[in-house]
């Protein structure tokens, strides 16, 4: 890594780099973008730019630590609230103008989620601890599960509305989210225990063999050359050779690379859609049907760690891939609360904003302690952010 500049020329030439890394970035993506891109739009001789960072990672880390920097200190910055409700309500205004503010560059830390893990931890541990320091006088200041299922409530949420619609966040988003913090999502209180249990022993049944042609296996293939390379990168001699194949046996079945992304998608999607459904077959109440389409999601992202990287770039390759699957999995949660959900049954009358919420905390959690974690979770760890999720900070504090 080179030294920081000690010059205030050299200061202002690293920002610039910096600046125009963010905007290569967010344009055409982390992974279709080169040095040689950034140092054209930096206007700055591919020499030169070496003099500053040793890669392309090392600049990722650079915007992202810019933004994680403003956020957190922006979370400090809030005036005290009167209580925890206006405190999370605060947190979560902050955050949604935040993320307006900074649609571009926020939508480069998202593509650090799979395209450079360390850089993407870090940016959700600092955010994560600015929310903890401010939640440490009303005995929140170590509910670390409780917070990252915030962080995904909040995520998603704005994602959707200012990244992917275009559109302000809507009014009381924010009072939303900590209603969902405080109290959880559903107003039922399910056996939790009995429930991790179920699942476990669903997950130990014997399991349908998977189809062994050629399609499926380079699919398999493809699964891992993508989630480990990512898509941009990968070539598809590597997929082929992965399977066993020669080159030219790729065009057998797909006509493109981009044809084979499409496909694994769909079928990784169709895959996490079955296993909820096998979980929550025979549920006693939607919030049931919840808990275990949740666990089916842990499951799923430990079984698929690559492929679940997939799905995330995906929306970054062609966005009716994100539609495909996130808005097809929303729509999904959705037509299933609003056919099935008790009156009063969950937190929210708004069944789609509540399962865009749930979306969001599955997906961080999933992140948090099932992909970056260097150990599955376990029952009782399970159990615990369930308990999080389902029943809320008020409810479960110590």
Same mark, same amino acid.
């Given at each position: 890594m080179p030294a920081a500049p000690s010059t205030p020329k050299g200061q202002k030439t690293r920002e610039r780099i910096i600046t125009a890394s963010g905007e290569a970035f967010s344009k055409t993506g982390y992974g279709l973008t080169g040095v040689a891109d950034i140092c054209a739009?930096? %206007?700055?001789?591919?020499?030169? *730019?070496?003099?500053? *960072? @040793?890669?392309?990672e090392?600049? $990722?880390?650079?915007?992202v630590a810019s933004l994680e920097a403003r956020l957190s200190a922006e979370v400090a910055g809030l005036p005290p609230a009167a209580d925890l409700r206006s405190e999370i309500a605060a947190v979560a205004g902050l955050y949604f103008r935040f993320v307006a503010e900074n649609k571009d560059f926020y939508q480069v830390m998202r593509e650090a989620e799979f395209a450079c893990e360390r850089v993407s931890k870090k940016f959700y541990g600092s955010f994560a601890s600015a929310i903890l320091a401010r939640l440490a006088k009303y005995g929140a200041g170590k509910d670390e599960a409780a917070v990252y299922a915030l962080i995904g409530i909040l995520s998603f949420v704005g994602v959707k509305n200012l990244l992917w619609q275009k559109r302000p966040v809507p009014a009381g988003a924010a009072a939303a989210a900590a209603e969902v913090f405080l109290n959880g999502v559903s107003r039922v209180t399910p056996d939790f225990a009995a429930l991790v249990k179920k699942a476990a022993a669903l997950k130990k049944a014997p399991q349908p063999k998977a189809a062994k042609n050629t399609a499926a296996r380079l699919?398999? @293939?493809?699964?891992?050359? *993508?989630?480990? $390379?990512?898509?941009?990168?990968?070539?598809i001699s590597e997929i082929t050779k992965h399977a066993g194949y020669a080159a030219g046996t790729f065009y057998?079945? *797909?006509? @493109?690379k981009k044809e084979a992304l499409d496909q694994l998608v769909i079928k990784l999607r169709n895959e996490l859609v079955a296993k909820a459904a096998a979980y929550s077959k025979g549920s006693a109440s939607r919030t049931e049907t919840e808990v275990l389409a949740f666990i089916a999601l842990f499951d799923f992202i430990a079984e698929h760690p690559c492929g679940y990287s997939i799905m995330r770039e995906a929306e970054f390759v062609d966005f009716k891939l994100a539609e495909d699957y996130y808005i097809y999995i929303l729509n999904g949660y959705t037509a299933g609360m609003r056919a099935y959900a008790r009156p009063g049954e969950f937190a929210l %009358? %708004?069944?789609?904003t509540l399962s $865009?919420?749930?979306?969001?905390?599955?997906?961080?959690?999933?992140l948090k302690y099932a992909l970056w974690s260097a150990k599955n979770p376990g029952s009782k760890e399970i159990e615990n952010l369930l308990r999080r999720v389902f029943s809320g900070f008020n409810k479960t504090k110590k």
């Amino acid at each position: 890594m080179p030294a920081a500049p000690s010059t205030p020329k050299g200061q202002k030439t690293r920002e610039r780099i910096i600046t125009a890394s963010g905007e290569a970035f967010s344009k055409t993506g982390y992974g279709l973008t080169g040095v040689a891109d950034i140092c054209a739009a930096s %206007d700055i001789a591919v020499g030169g *730019f070496y003099r500053y *960072f @040793s890669g392309k990672e090392e600049v $990722l880390a650079a915007v992202v630590a810019s933004l994680e920097a403003r956020l957190s200190a922006e979370v400090a910055g809030l005036p005290p609230a009167a209580d925890l409700r206006s405190e999370i309500a605060a947190v979560a205004g902050l955050y949604f103008r935040f993320v307006a503010e900074n649609k571009d560059f926020y939508q480069v830390m998202r593509e650090a989620e799979f395209a450079c893990e360390r850089v993407s931890k870090k940016f959700y541990g600092s955010f994560a601890s600015a929310i903890l320091a401010r939640l440490a006088k009303y005995g929140a200041g170590k509910d670390e599960a409780a917070v990252y299922a915030l962080i995904g409530i909040l995520s998603f949420v704005g994602v959707k509305n200012l990244l992917w619609q275009k559109r302000p966040v809507p009014a009381g988003a924010a009072a939303a989210a900590a209603e969902v913090f405080l109290n959880g999502v559903s107003r039922v209180t399910p056996d939790f225990a009995a429930l991790v249990k179920k699942a476990a022993a669903l997950k130990k049944a014997p399991q349908p063999k998977a189809a062994k042609n050629t399609a499926a296996r380079l699919l398999a @293939s493809a699964e891992v050359v *993508f989630g480990r $390379l990512g898509y941009g990168p990968a070539h598809i001699s590597e997929i082929t050779k992965h399977a066993g194949y020669a080159a030219g046996t790729f065009y057998t079945c *797909f006509k @493109s690379k981009k044809e084979a992304l499409d496909q694994l998608v769909i079928k990784l999607r169709n895959e996490l859609v079955a296993k909820a459904a096998a979980y929550s077959k025979g549920s006693a109440s939607r919030t049931e049907t919840e808990v275990l389409a949740f666990i089916a999601l842990f499951d799923f992202i430990a079984e698929h760690p690559c492929g679940y990287s997939i799905m995330r770039e995906a929306e970054f390759v062609d966005f009716k891939l994100a539609e495909d699957y996130y808005i097809y999995i929303l729509n999904g949660y959705t037509a299933g609360m609003r056919a099935y959900a008790r009156p009063g049954e969950f937190a929210l %009358d %708004d069944h789609e904003t509540l399962s $865009l919420m749930m979306m969001g905390m599955g997906h961080m959690l999933g992140l948090k302690y099932a992909l970056w974690s260097a150990k599955n979770p376990g029952s009782k760890e399970i159990e615990n952010l369930l308990r999080r999720v389902f029943s809320g900070f008020n409810k479960t504090k110590k």
